[in-house]
């Protein structure tokens, strides 16, 4: 925007001013453009009120009419506060007005999505850092204007960048998964009892806990290796009560593969899960850094039954149950990204459907 290029340019001189371009008096930027904005309201007057004179078509749409308006106010206006700050250290000598492009704004953002559709926070920060460091290692690779050892100083220390800090973040995960566990080991073993209420209010959710329950089961093994562990977690079909339906879905979906859990495995999930969907209720924990961490802290206040032998109780309890906070929170991550999906899509469908409404409409006014 600092810089200048032929014909691009406006000054402090030629903004309010006759300046002389080309060796051609013409009148100053800013005026040009009110002026533009005056004849785009002539132009739609005549359109609406012909009098004497044939109806022609618009030569824009309105959308677009609209589009120019906002685009060359916004243009003026932000001039003016580049050449005339408050602050007068940031003032600018010119601007190029042509550099205020969507479109390069729009490659930016169709590389971003090229690399990752739908990105995250992090993750939109991770591709903007290398696109930062490929951008000018292309130009190097270029031979451009610079010595050859810049372009290897330059990837080495971005290569030693990352190296050092995965480690680093490695290790502080590992740390905060550590003491996440133990604190919340200390508080549930308070908090053992011998007997948990059954829920029969939500059927189907009862129906996906006790098959999201074996899944755990079936993938997470060595959690299980001791026999006496095995044996409070895992069960046959035929032994679970006659009255106990909660593993209809996964009696409809097995041949003989899938891993029936117990009831005390069951309803120790189903206490849980009952905290993480109220945690879920508020929208508010999608905005929120540690949202994990306070999940976990409302976990350790629940009542469960004492799963596992004594030995390995300590240790396998409390990641089975950071394990299934983890599948919870994938499922929330999933279900809100194909709600903002669908509303981003509905958006789309209703603005496609106006703007073809108001073509249509303006044929037709054109052909009256």
Same mark, same amino acid.
């Given at each position: 925007?600092?810089?200048?290029? $032929?014909?691009?340019? !406006?000054?402090? &001189?030629?903004? &309010?001013?006759?300046? #002389? /371009?080309?060796?051609?008096?013409?009148?100053?930027?800013?005026?040009?453009?009110?002026?533009?904005?005056?004849?785009?309201?002539?132009?739609? #007057?005549?359109?609406? &009120?012909?009098?004497?004179?044939?109806?022609?078509? *618009?030569?824009?749409?309105?959308?677009?009419?609209?589009?120019?308006?906002?685009?060359?106010?916004?243009?003026?206006?932000?001039?003016?506060?580049?050449?005339?700050?408050?602050?007068?250290?940031?003032?600018?000598?010119?601007?190029?007005?042509?550099?205020?492009?969507?479109?390069?704004? %729009?490659?930016?953002?169709?590389?971003?999505?090229?690399?990752?559709?739908?990105?995250?926070?992090?993750?939109?920060?991770?591709?903007?850092?290398?696109?930062?460091?490929?951008?000018?290692?292309?130009?190097?690779?270029?031979?451009?204007?610079? %010595?050859?050892?810049?372009?290897?100083?330059?990837?080495?220390?971005?290569? #030693?960048?990352?190296?050092?800090?995965?480690?680093?973040?490695?290790?502080?995960?590992?740390?905060?998964?550590?003491?996440?566990?133990?604190?919340? /080991? %200390?508080?549930?073993? $308070?908090?053992?009892?011998?007997?948990?209420?059954?829920?029969?209010?939500?059927?189907?959710?009862?129906?996906?806990?006790?098959?999201? *329950?074996?899944?755990?089961? $079936?993938?997470?093994?060595?959690?299980?290796?001791?026999?006496?562990?095995? +044996?409070?977690? !895992?069960? $046959?079909? *035929?032994?679970?009560?006659?009255?106990?339906?909660?593993? *209809?879905?996964?009696?409809?979906?097995?041949?003989?593969?899938?891993?029936?859990?117990?009831?005390? /495995?069951? +309803?120790?999930?189903?206490?849980?899960?009952?905290?993480?969907?109220?945690?879920?209720?508020?929208?508010?924990?999608?905005?929120?850094?540690?949202?994990?961490?306070?999940?976990?802290?409302?976990?350790?206040?629940?009542?469960?039954?004492?799963?596992?032998?004594?030995?390995?109780?300590?240790? &396998?309890?409390?990641?089975?149950?950071? #394990?299934?906070?983890?599948?919870?929170?994938?499922?929330?991550?999933?279900?809100?990204?194909?709600?903002?999906?669908?509303?981003?899509?509905?958006?789309?469908?209703?603005?496609?459907?106006?703007?073809?409404?108001?073509?249509?409409?303006?044929?037709?006014?054109?052909?009256?």
């Amino acid at each position: 925007m600092n810089g200048r290029h $032929k014909g691009e340019s !406006i000054n402090g &001189n030629n903004w &309010n001013n006759l300046v #002389e /371009m080309e060796g051609k008096v013409t009148k100053g930027k800013k005026s040009v453009l009110e002026d533009m904005l005056k004849i785009i309201e002539l132009t739609e #007057e005549c359109h609406r &009120n012909p009098g004497k004179r044939p109806i022609i078509a *618009a030569f824009a749409s309105d959308t677009t009419l609209d589009g120019w308006r906002l685009s060359i106010r916004s243009t003026i206006d932000l001039t003016e506060e580049l050449l005339n700050p408050k602050n007068p250290l940031e003032k600018y000598d010119f601007v190029l007005t042509a550099k205020w492009n969507q479109e390069a704004l %729009e490659m930016t953002f169709g590389r971003i999505r090229s690399v990752d559709t739908h990105p995250t926070a992090a993750s939109f920060l991770h591709i903007i850092r290398m696109m930062s460091l490929y951008t000018p290692a292309k130009i190097l690779l270029r031979n451009a204007n610079v %010595e050859n050892d810049d372009h290897i100083r330059v990837l080495v220390d971005f290569k #030693e960048c990352l190296i050092k800090k995965f480690p680093d973040n490695a290790k502080a995960a590992t740390d905060l998964r550590v003491a996440m566990k133990d604190d919340l /080991m %200390e508080e549930l073993g $308070k908090r053992y009892v011998n007997e948990l209420p059954l829920s029969k209010e939500d059927r189907i959710g009862n129906f996906l806990i006790y098959d999201v *329950a074996g899944y755990m089961v $079936k993938t997470r093994e060595n959690l299980f290796e001791c026999e006496a562990c095995r +044996q409070t977690v !895992i069960t $046959k079909e *035929a032994d679970l009560p006659s009255d106990f339906d909660a593993d *209809a879905y996964t009696r409809a979906r097995t041949k003989g593969g899938l891993v029936f859990v117990t009831l005390s /495995m069951y +309803q120790t999930l189903c206490a849980i899960e009952k905290v993480v969907s109220n945690h879920f209720k508020s929208l508010n924990h999608i905005y929120i850094t540690d949202t994990f961490q306070e999940c976990i802290a409302k976990v350790k206040l629940t009542n469960v039954l004492p799963l596992f032998c004594d030995t390995h109780r300590h240790c &396998n309890m409390g990641t089975l149950i950071m #394990e299934y906070v983890k599948v919870r929170y994938y499922f929330e991550s999933k279900r809100l990204k194909d709600v903002l999906l669908s509303k981003e899509q509905t958006t789309v469908q209703a603005s496609f459907k106006l703007a073809k409404n108001a073509h249509t409409r303006n044929l037709i006014q054109s052909n009256t």
